[in-house]
């Protein structure tokens, strides 16, 4: 019998690469070398842009906080070599009458605005998460004073508040109640900003804590409604301990933020009536700006900084505590 001679298989099938059961061509793994490359060239790409973000925050923050914390020992005027002087500008800072009146008004500006900015937002959020239609547009709504600049905020307020033709005693007019001096007068000034900065920042609160609600599993709020509990019950049992780290971490943020209030009382009412809105930061402002006292300026911002950081070890270190119990 005859022995069958085996076909010789083609040099181009060979050569052609195997094929998956999509009919698609399996390409082989590319070298090890070649993956280390890529893998290194990847590496050097996201460095590379971190790099940026570290110069910029080198550049426009640290720089400028080292050199406020050594002008803070200097008697320093822009023109003139720097002389140190030890803690003189601390104590020229500390003897000065409208020092105290600026903590005091910086104090109870964070007062009234945690009374006020901090429990409006979190009504907000609840009554937006319990909304079944217009979601959408009454968020807008909330956030759109965030998106508006502050300086236009401000004075947009600051027209508002116009004792003469203002819209808000035109509006009391209509209503026929009594008008008020707003930001005229010493016992309203204070207030009248709480409100001001209440408005223009807490649209991104809100949506914050909105955030948080929506991830709160709906089981809960079933079983307590089981359990015959009412809408206060549920937010104080279940609402409440679902978002208490996120609401202590806006209140630290908050207290920050509103120890550090600028704008307001810069475009609104520059500081008066007599004093009663001059903040911390106004006054490192006026130091630096209005009296060319550099270094005292300085120094109130050096004496801010160790206030605010000291406060937030210690909140963190008692929230921190509180939550591993």
């Not at 061509?25 to 090890?32: E, F, L, S, W």
């Not at 901090?118 to 759109?144: D, G």
């Not at 104080?236 to 550090?260: E, G």
């Amino acid at each position: 019998m005859p022995t069958s001679i085996p076909t010789p298989i083609p040099k181009t099938a060979a050569a052609r690469p195997v094929e998956a059961a999509g009919g698609r061509p399996v390409q082989p793994p590319p070298p090890a070398g070649h993956r280390m490359r890529r893998r290194l060239a990847d590496q050097a790409r996201a460095y590379a842009f971190l790099l940026g973000g570290l110069l910029c925050f080198a550049l426009f923050s640290w720089y400028p906080a080292i050199r406020a914390v050594v002008i803070a020992f200097q008697k320093y005027t822009p023109g003139s070599s720097p002389e140190w002087v030890g803690t003189a500008n601390f104590t020229r800072v500390w003897h000065d009458p409208e020092f105290t009146a600026a903590w005091r008004n910086t104090l109870t500006f964070t007062l009234l605005a945690l009374l006020i900015g901090f429990a409006v937002p979190f009504a907000l959020a609840l009554v937006l998460n319990e909304l079944r239609h217009a979601k959408a547009f009454f968020r807008v709504v909330v956030y759109l004073p965030v998106m508006i600049p502050p300086v236009v905020s401000a004075l947009l307020w600051k027209w508002f508040y116009d004792p003469g033709a203002g819209l808000a005693n035109e509006t009391l007019r209509l209503l026929h109640l009594p008008t008020s001096n707003w930001t005229n007068g010493t016992d309203t000034a204070l207030i009248s900003l709480v409100l001001v900065a209440t408005w223009a920042n807490m649209g991104s609160t809100v949506l914050i804590y909105l955030a948080a609600l929506q991830s709160i599993p709906g089981e809960l709020y079933e079983a307590a409604e089981l359990d015959g509990a009412g809408l206060l019950q549920r937010i104080r049992h279940v609402t409440i301990p679902q978002t208490r780290f996120v609401v202590l971490m806006l209140m630290l943020l908050q207290i920050i933020a509103t120890m550090q209030v600028f704008t307001e009382p810069f475009v609104i009412t520059g500081g008066g009536p007599e004093n009663a809105t001059v903040t911390v930061l106004y006054l490192i402002y006026k130091y630096a700006f209005l009296y060319n006292d550099f270094g005292g300026a300085c120094a109130l911002s050096v004496m801010l900084l160790v206030l605010l950081g000291a406060f937030s070890a210690v909140y963190l270190r008692l929230t921190g505590s509180g939550e591993d119990v």
